[in-house]
């Protein structure tokens, strides 16, 4: 069965300092990676994903991602995180069948100025 | 480019009762996934729909739940004889007909449901 853990409930970081929010993945076959950010009150919004080809991913308001295959890991990243970065961030695998999203728990972000 | 529309974003319900969530998806998206996010917890997927076929229902409680996306209108989220534990956030997910593996779902802002 495939799924996806965020093993950290909250990262609590400095305005101005890298931001590393962690992820590991299980999947049977190739993983397709996605990570959305979703703020108070409000759905999810796509941050970028992983499909095949560059290990570095870039995505969306400065965000990227590492695939590590050996480590079977999607970390994200930020070189540089501002307040607004604060949100619930969430990891997920999309179930190659049928196509659903299987979510990690969510870490919570802090930034703190 | 409107996003996923869902509606009522907040709903209360007493025990009982019964309720609908609806959503529709973005223009020229016509694969729908519901997801429930229970309070403190993930997101988990409950059923995708195309046009007028339930394509995965696994995540279905198998009883009071039922999911339609009909030809015309909204896809709808229907809950019969609802029950404190049903009070979550609802969210319904859209993505392209076509090469829908490769392309992120999008999500709308929920439905809210509380249970009195």
């Known amino acids: 069965a495939q799924s996806v853990a965020q093993p950290e409930d909250q990262v609590n970081v400095a305005e101005g300092n890298p931001l590393t929010v962690k992820c590991t993945y299980s999947?049977?076959?190739?993983?397709?990676l996605f990570w959305y950010v979703q703020y108070p009150n409000r759905g999810l919004q796509f941050l970028l994903k992983?499909?095949?080809?560059?290990?570095l991913v870039k995505g969306s308001y400065g965000f990227e991602a590492e695939f590590n295959k050996s480590q079977t890991s999607f970390h994200l990243k930020k070189p540089s995180a501002l307040v607004s970065d604060s949100a619930l961030y969430f990891c997920?695998?999309?179930?190659?069948?049928?196509?659903?999203?299987?979510f990690g728990q969510g870490t919570t972000l802090q930034v703190k100025p | 480019n409107a996003g996923v529309m869902q509606n009522p974003r907040h709903l209360v319900r007493r025990r009982g009762q019964e309720a609908r969530l609806r959503c529709s998806p973005m223009?020229?998206?016509?694969?729908v996934y519901w997801y429930r996010q229970l309070p403190e917890e993930g997101l988990k997927f409950m059923v995708y729909?195309?046009?007028?076929?339930?394509?995965?229902e696994s995540g279905m409680p198998k009883e009071r739940f039922s999911a339609e996306f009909p030809k015309e209108g909204p896809s709808i989220l229907r809950i019969q004889q609802v029950v404190r534990g049903d009070s979550a956030a609802y969210f319904c997910?859209?993505?392209?007909?076509?090469?829908?593996?490769?392309?992120?779902?999008?999500f709308g802002d929920g439905t809210r449901l509380s249970i009195l």
């Open positions: 997910a859209s993505s392209p007909s076509s090469s829908h593996s490769n392309q992120p779902q999008h």
């Open positions: 999947v049977s076959g190739n993983p397709y």
């Open positions: 992983y499909i095949t080809g560059d290990n």
């Open positions: 997920a695998v999309r179930d190659v069948g049928v196509g659903k999203l299987i």
């Open positions: 223009k020229g998206h016509s694969h």
């Open positions: 729909l195309q046009k007028e076929n339930i394509i995965d």
